[in-house]
């Protein structure tokens, strides 16, 4: 009887987890959410591919929704402080109209009650935590205690460069979201970083009170952005530009105007659960095993040192997009394949995602 009990919730459990998946792989469908990750899509997106190339586009295609479906839909927490105790990761202030980042000490410090005290004299940035890719989340809890509040605001590499939300900015008469251009991105080259992002005015009558706690949170979502203050949305837009791979660094800025930080948090997507990879597995493989696919993406690889430059550079935009599963056999390459391989598939393998650290 107790065989049969355990058996049942294991088969409620996995029956769960296939209509957990099955309702993601629904959602997915109905927001649009995959329309650019078929075959014939992601063949568009490319461009003009070359024949020795096309064949494993459907595998390319199938890896792209199998990223996207392995990470799971909601957001989950990947840093936190407060400052009780010293940061876990370092904290820099600077003024971004600076060059130099060495003023960090005259912006910051730490009262009694272990609230972080950030007082740049004009501009400044104040960078927390580690870095975010993709859909993420930012939020502090904060304060402005002058009788002039101005400028609780998160923003992502800095004023104009990511998405980011302005709350209270321009002498407490604005808030603002901050999105990407793709023009403006396409046209941004190292090592000069120009203007990448544009704002919009959102919510007119919000307005910073001096002495009370926020809780202020920017949102980057595949399609949106959001800011909102106490879990009050006050914009909400479409992105202009959303690339899954750009990472981003969580700022605090501050335009002559005290800030008290009581608490950061960071949330990212995190992976789903390994009963449920399975299923997604499935439904973006069919029957494919693992080594079948791993078999396509080494013949893939292989084409990294073709001797057409546009198909060695074809299969290495191919292999960027494919994502995780492409790490095993870029590590091999980097270690035993071509020189061009090697220089190749190492270039992947630095851009490539990595999981965000957590505390």
């Known amino acids: 009887m107790l065989a049969e009990i355990v058996m049942t919730n294991k088969w409620i459990q996995l029956a769960l987890a296939a209509s957990l998946v099955c309702a993601a792989v629904a959602t997915a469908?109905?927001?649009?959410?995959?329309?650019?990750?078929?075959?014939?899509a992601v063949e568009?997106?490319?461009?003009?591919?070359?024949?020795?190339?096309?064949?494993?586009?459907?595998?390319?295609?199938?890896?792209?929704?199998?990223?996207?479906?392995?990470?799971?839909?909601?957001?989950?927490?990947?840093?936190?402080?407060?400052?009780?105790?010293?940061?876990?990761i370092p904290w820099l202030a600077w003024d971004p109209y600076q060059k130099e980042q060495a003023a960090a000490p005259q912006m910051t410090s730490r009262d009694e009650a272990g609230v972080l005290i950030f007082q740049p004299p004009m501009n400044g940035y104040l960078k927390f935590g580690p870095k975010v890719r993709g859909e993420c989340a930012i939020e502090m809890e904060a304060q402005c205690p002058n009788d002039n509040p101005a400028d609780l605001s998160i923003l992502c590499d800095g004023i104009a460069k990511g998405p980011g939300f302005q709350f209270g900015a321009y002498g407490n008469t604005r808030n603002l979201l901050w999105r990407q251009d793709p023009d403006m991105?396409?046209?941004?080259?190292?090592?000069?970083?120009?203007?990448?992002?544009?704002?919009?005015?959102?919510?007119?009558?919000?307005?910073?009170?001096?002495?009370?706690?926020?809780?202020?949170?920017?949102?980057?979502?595949?399609?949106?952005?959001?800011?909102?203050?106490?879990g009050k949305v006050l914009g909400e837009l479409p992105q202009l530009y959303f690339d899954p791979n750009i990472e981003y660094q969580p700022i605090i800025y501050g335009a002559g105007s005290t800030t008290k930080i009581r608490a950061v948090r960071v949330y990212t997507l995190g992976?789903?659960?390994?009963e449920q990879a399975a299923i997604v597995w499935s439904r973006t493989f069919g029957n494919q095993q693992a080594a079948d696919v791993q078999k396509q993406i080494t013949d893939?690889?292989?084409?990294l040192d073709d001797p057409d430059e546009q198909v060695?550079?074809?299969?290495?935009?191919?292999?960027?997009?494919?994502?995780?599963?492409a790490l095993p056999?870029?590590?091999?390459?980097?270690?035993?394949?071509?020189?061009?391989?090697?220089?190749?598939?190492?270039?992947?393998?630095?851009?490539?995602?990595?999981?965000?650290?957590?505390?």
């Open 29 to 40: 469908r109905d927001d649009g959410r995959d329309d650019d990750l078929t075959t014939q």
């Open 329 to 359: 056999v870029l590590g091999k390459l980097v270690k035993d394949g071509s020189p061009e391989q090697q220089q190749r598939a190492q270039v992947l393998l630095d851009a490539l995602p990595r999981p965000t650290t957590r505390p």
């Open 185 to 230: 991105v396409k046209a941004a080259a190292p090592p000069w970083n120009p203007q990448t992002a544009v704002i919009t005015d959102v919510a007119p009558d919000a307005h910073i009170t001096s002495k009370q706690w926020y809780c202020v949170r920017l949102e980057v979502r595949r399609n949106k952005v959001r800011g909102l203050v106490d």
């Open 300 to 303: 893939l690889a292989d084409l």
């Open 44 to 88: 568009a997106s490319l461009g003009h591919v070359p024949a020795s190339i096309k064949p494993f586009l459907p595998m390319v295609a199938a890896a792209r929704r199998y990223n996207r479906l392995i990470v799971g839909r909601e957001l989950t927490l990947a840093y936190t402080q407060d400052f009780a105790e010293k940061p876990t």
């Open 312 to 325: 060695r550079d074809m299969s290495q935009t191919c292999l960027a997009s494919i994502g995780e599963l």
């Open 271 to 274: 992976h789903v659960p390994p």
